[in-house]
């Protein structure tokens, strides 16, 4: 039975790092074709994907949040790590983790999404 | 990138219904990688829908995708009490991967 969970803080301050963690059962990110990707959803917005690590350790970042993503796995834990930095309430919003069996393919599991709020 | 429109906003239908979803992007998805989810508050999204018209593991038969192009359809053939949610569309044939806004069907 695959699942993911995300975990991290539910209130971040403006300017501060974010750090979710994804932690996950069911199959091996050491599996080729395996990947995990981070899709957040602000308030009463579309989904947006963010980030995707793959079981070769490559990484992709959506383009406008390159600079203040970094997405990591630890295989041994069975996890993907997300860090988001200079916090802004705009980026308030739940975050997601969820898997695909190769970059071109649909996410075929979720996590249940952490929210997320940013405020002073 | 691909932006993907979703309509209607919301869908007001009663249980035995048909329902149809639209979901028209701004430029060809490319092979037809469309897939489309469903979402109820506080559970994880479900893939229902790959390939344009392929179901995932598990859907049952009266969820039907069809389309090309820039144009995709979901159908839900006779409504079910637990098929009240959003759902939403995504391409992923080219990157950043994108979604529409969703479509609430809700119960009439």
């Known amino acids: 039975q695959v699942t993911l969970r995300e975990s991290g803080p539910a209130l971040v301050k403006p300017t501060q790092t974010l750090t979710l963690t994804c932690t996950f059962s069911g199959f091996s990110l050491s599996t080729s074709g395996m990947c995990v990707s981070w899709i957040r959803q602000p308030p009463g917005k579309a989904l947006e994907w963010l980030a995707l690590?793959?079981?070769?350790?490559?990484?992709y970042y959506r383009t406008s949040l390159k600079t203040r993503l970094t997405i990591s796995k630890d295989t041994s834990k069975n996890q993907v790590v997300l860090t988001m930095t200079n916090m802004d309430p705009v980026d308030t919003g739940t975050y997601y983790c969820?898997?695909?069996?190769?970059?071109?393919?649909?996410?075929?599991?979720w996590g249940q999404g952490t929210l997320v709020t940013v405020s002073s | 990138e691909i932006v993907l429109t979703q309509s209607p906003g919301t869908l007001s239908l009663s249980p035995g219904e048909r329902a149809t979803l639209s979901c028209r992007a701004s430029?060809?998805?490319?092979?037809?990688?469309l897939a489309w989810y469903q979402h109820k508050p506080g559970q994880a999204p479900r893939l229902l829908i790959y390939g344009a018209s392929s179901r995932a593991t598990g859907i049952p038969d009266r969820f039907s995708g069809s389309g090309s192009g820039t144009d995709f359809t979901l159908t839900i053939s006779r409504l079910e009490p637990e098929d009240f949610a959003v759902y939403y569309c995504q391409q992923y044939g080219s990157s950043p991967y994108t979604f529409g806004q969703g479509t609430k069907l809700e119960i009439k």
């Open positions: 430029q060809s998805v490319s092979s037809s990688y």
């Open positions: 690590i793959d079981w070769d350790d490559d990484k």
């Open positions: 969820a898997r695909t069996f190769g970059q071109w393919e649909p996410f075929d599991y």
